[in-house]
């Protein structure tokens, strides 16, 4: 199972692609990773690879390669710099990398993100039509719009044409249980089909094995739903005519 970085053109800059690929027959389902605060790191890499072996081809795409060290040097951290029309930009070029390969099924790309990357996950499947699944972690803000955007994603939910697996923790206050009503009425109001899980005990970063508040329990419940939602709709569902 191989894993490497490769690049690709946003606009006239390069951006950093971490990928994982899985073997077997060509073409491969694929699934976006997108990045918690912490950047494309340890945590996120095995997350690729992890849905390499399990039959996907994983890219994670790093969002951060627009700041610099300059931008830093007043104490704000790399996220504070993001705003939502750079985010889509990049969210685009990494399914055009995806679909432009010809290891790649182009009818079955899905998406997933951790912590703002559960935020980028959802905007990205309002924003891009490629997507037939997907299932952020934990995202907040998705009714804050990031670096002066228009809409919020959460604005933006009608857009979404392709099923949402959403997981929350019980302690998380960013997504809060507000937001997980309210992110559960505009998807009822747009007859797009859900699930959301809710996990006992956990709080925000549940999953990321990095930190301090990994919870095995919930993560061990997560990450099968996660599979079988992306087996049903990225392998076992009858490809768009």
Same mark, same amino acid.
């Given at each position: 199972? *191989?894993?490497?970085?490769?690049?690709?053109? #946003?606009?006239?800059?390069?951006?950093?692609?971490?990928?994982?690929?899985?073997?077997?027959?060509?073409?491969?389902?694929?699934?976006? #990773?997108? !990045?918690?605060?912490?950047?494309?790191? !340890? =945590?996120?890499?095995?997350?690729?690879?992890?849905?390499?072996?399990?039959?996907?081809?994983?890219?994670?795409? @790093?969002? =951060? /390669?627009?700041? %610099?060290?300059?931008?830093?040097?007043?104490?704000? +951290? *790399?996220?504070? /710099?993001?705003g939502d029309n750079e985010i889509?930009?990049?969210?685009?070029?990494?399914?055009?990398?995806?679909?432009?390969? %010809?290891?790649?099924?182009?009818? +079955?790309?899905?998406?997933?993100?951790?912590?703002?990357?559960? +935020?980028?996950?959802?905007?990205?499947?309002?924003? @891009?039509?490629?997507?037939?699944?997907?299932?952020?972690?934990?995202?907040?803000?998705?009714?804050?719009?990031?670096?002066?955007?228009? !809409?919020?994603?959460?604005?933006?939910?009608?857009?979404?044409?392709? *099923? #949402?697996?959403?997981?929350?923790?019980?302690?998380?206050? @960013?997504?809060? +249980?507000?937001? &997980? !009503?309210?992110l559960g009425d505009e998807l009822? &109001?747009?007859?797009?089909?859900?699930?959301?899980?809710?996990?006992?005990?956990?709080?925000?970063?549940?999953?990321? =094995?990095?930190?301090?508040?990994?919870?095995?329990?919930?993560?061990?419940?997560?990450?099968?739903?996660?599979?079988?939602?992306?087996?049903?709709y990225l392998k076992e569902a009858?490809?768009?005519?």
């Amino acid at each position: 199972m *191989p894993s490497f970085w490769d690049k690709v053109q #946003v606009g006239n800059r390069d951006m950093e692609l971490f990928v994982s690929t899985p073997t077997g027959p060509e073409p491969f389902p694929a699934v976006v #990773v997108c !990045q918690p605060g912490g950047g494309v790191d !340890q =945590f996120i890499q095995t997350i690729c690879d992890r849905l390499a072996l399990a039959g996907y081809a994983a890219v994670a795409p @790093n969002l =951060f /390669h627009r700041i %610099s060290g300059e931008m830093l040097e007043d104490g704000s +951290r *790399p996220i504070q /710099h993001l705003g939502d029309n750079e985010i889509r930009a990049d969210i685009d070029a990494t399914v055009d990398f995806l679909l432009k390969h %010809s290891a790649i099924n182009d009818d +079955r790309i899905g998406i997933t993100g951790f912590c703002m990357g559960g +935020r980028v996950a959802w905007l990205g499947a309002a924003t @891009n039509a490629n997507f037939k699944a997907v299932a952020p972690y934990y995202g907040g803000d998705i009714m804050v719009p990031w670096g002066g955007a228009g !809409q919020t994603p959460f604005e933006l939910t009608g857009r979404i044409t392709c *099923p #949402v697996l959403f997981h929350f923790g019980e302690l998380d206050l @960013n997504p809060s +249980r507000m937001d &997980r !009503q309210k992110l559960g009425d505009e998807l009822l &109001r747009f007859e797009i089909p859900h699930q959301f899980f809710t996990y006992p005990g956990a709080d925000h970063a549940f999953m990321d =094995f990095t930190a301090g508040r990994f919870i095995q329990q919930a993560a061990d419940e997560s990450w099968p739903r996660t599979l079988e939602f992306f087996t049903k709709y990225l392998k076992e569902a009858p490809a768009s005519s």
